[in-house]
């Protein structure tokens, strides 16, 4: 028999999607960067945002019970650790990602009932190729994908830098690098490194800034390509991070495949990507696996992958892996031309 505990516990599951709307408004609002100097009273971030003041008040008294903000003395809020992340400017920023979560993501999943009853994708349903294709309709969608990418490396790389010792490599090339930032921060924590990142034209001029902003540019170039198509041979070691969960075993083989191509035969594969545990638990990093799969699913139609899957989808391309090094939720696989 079911007890109270656990039907209140799956209640409040089923409500967890509030707690996404209600960050979403403060991420829009712009909360958090108005908190950022000290606390304010709901009449004055009223005033800084245009929204009626007693709703406001409703929102920072959710915001309080969640953690984003805290109340102090009467009537004020300041911002918490935990909520200084919804700041744009913020070093380690999920406004971006939130932003992404809610306008894209959340609409996305609506209709993940046909997904299952189907298993086609969002694009499939609509006879498009892919997800990119049916985001790429609306340029604005880009940017927001292109931040959100932004955020969630800079939440993973310094894990990564942690597991993964770059020193033995010469020239590193990140494969859907996107903004750079990934290879922005490598470059940076090892100076003799050389580097491209390489993706479609659309990231090049968001690159391009970053690397120069972060005072790589003179060693960090930016090539437009597609990695269906081919991929310049210019690294010893070529790097990609949250490419192949994207898609399915045969469009991920025609990309490592091309990567085998590009490598030298000495030459280095680094995958980092979730890796899916034989039998999931109900930890937290088991839940953030099993959920992301159903991301892939809905979205690009690929996939988390187990640790024997990347074995064999890597062999089958050419690749033997040589190691894993846990990186936080995401682990680096190792693998050499084989």
């Not at 590193?172 to 940076?188: F, I, K, Q, Y």
């Not at 937290?284 to 187990?306: V, W």
Request: aromatic content about 6%.
């Amino acid at each position: 028999m079911s007890s109270p505990t656990s039907a209140l516990k799956l209640f409040d599951l089923m409500q967890s999607h509030r707690v996404t709307v209600v960050i979403y408004v403060a991420a829009k609002l712009g909360i958090a960067e108005l908190l950022r100097d000290g606390p304010q009273a709901p009449c004055e971030l009223a005033k800084a945002t245009g929204a009626d003041e007693r709703a406001l008040g409703r929102l920072l008294t959710a915001l309080s019970t969640i953690g984003i903000c805290s109340r102090v003395g009467e009537d004020r809020y300041a911002l918490t650790e935990m909520g200084s992340h919804l700041d744009g400017a913020a070093d380690q920023s999920f406004k971006g990602w939130m932003i992404f979560e809610a306008e894209m993501l959340a609409k996305s999943w609506s209709g993940m009932l046909e997904s299952i009853m189907t298993g086609k994708t969002a694009a499939q349903l609509l006879n498009l190729s892919s997800s990119f294709e049916l985001m790429a309709r609306t340029p604005a969608n880009i940017a927001i994908f292109n931040t959100a990418m932004a955020d969630l490396t800079r939440l993973v790389t310094p894990d990564i830098l942690r597991a993964y010792d770059f020193s033995r490599i010469s020239h590193l090339m990140d494969v859907g690098g996107g903004s750079g930032e990934l290879l922005g921060a490598v470059a940076t924590q090892y100076p003799r490194l050389r580097g491209t990142v390489f993706d479609l034209a659309r990231c090049a001029e968001s690159a391009s800034n970053h690397l120069q902003h972060v005072g790589v540019g003179d060693r960090v170039e930016f090539v437009a390509g597609d990695f269906f198509e081919t991929i310049p041979a210019v690294a010893d070691t070529i790097i990609l991070k949250s490419v192949i969960h994207d898609w399915d075993d045969a469009r991920s083989a025609s990309i490592l495949r091309n990567c085998h191509k590009a490598l030298p035969q000495s030459g280095t594969l680094l995958l980092v990507e979730r890796i899916m545990p034989e039998s999931p638990t109900v930890s937290d990093n088991d839940k953030a696996h099993a959920l992301s799969d159903l991301n892939m699913l809905r979205g690009p139609g690929g996939l988390e992958r187990t640790s024997q899957e990347y074995h064999h989808l890597l062999a089958a391309s050419g690749f033997g892996v040589t190691s894993i090094y846990p990186a936080g939720r995401y682990s680096v696989i190792e693998a050499r031309v084989g």
